[in-house]
């Protein structure tokens, strides 16, 4: 299954509330204020594992709008998303 999460972990518990639920094999995509996850220290321990096993997907076009570069996971266009989507059909968003 593919989660995606749009907000930041700052503000909201969507991310961790995900990664509890998440099971072994899903994908995750960061995107809108979330990709703040993936670009700080505080997020690195919780999100490593999904990026080493290739299943943390980052929007580049959300990581660029906020000036952040990602540390973890894929970083991924708007067109890669899609292709993401038809391959695992509909997202669980959070």
Do not use: N
Not at 5 to 29: I, N, W
Request: overall charge negative; hydrophobic content about 45%; glycine content about 6%.
């Amino acid at each position: 299954m593919l989660h995606t999460v749009k907000h930041s972990p700052f503000s909201h518990r969507d991310l961790t509330q995900a990664l509890f639920y998440m099971q072994e094999g899903d994908r995750l995509l960061l995107w809108q204020d979330a990709v703040i996850a993936a670009a700080v220290p505080a997020w690195r321990a919780p999100l490593q594992a999904l990026s080493d096993s290739g299943c943390l997907y980052v929007l580049q076009e959300d990581l660029q709008a906020r000036g952040l570069s990602s540390v973890l996971g894929e970083s991924i266009t708007m067109d890669e998303l899609v292709g993401l989507v038809a391959e695992w059909g509909s997202p669980q968003a959070w």
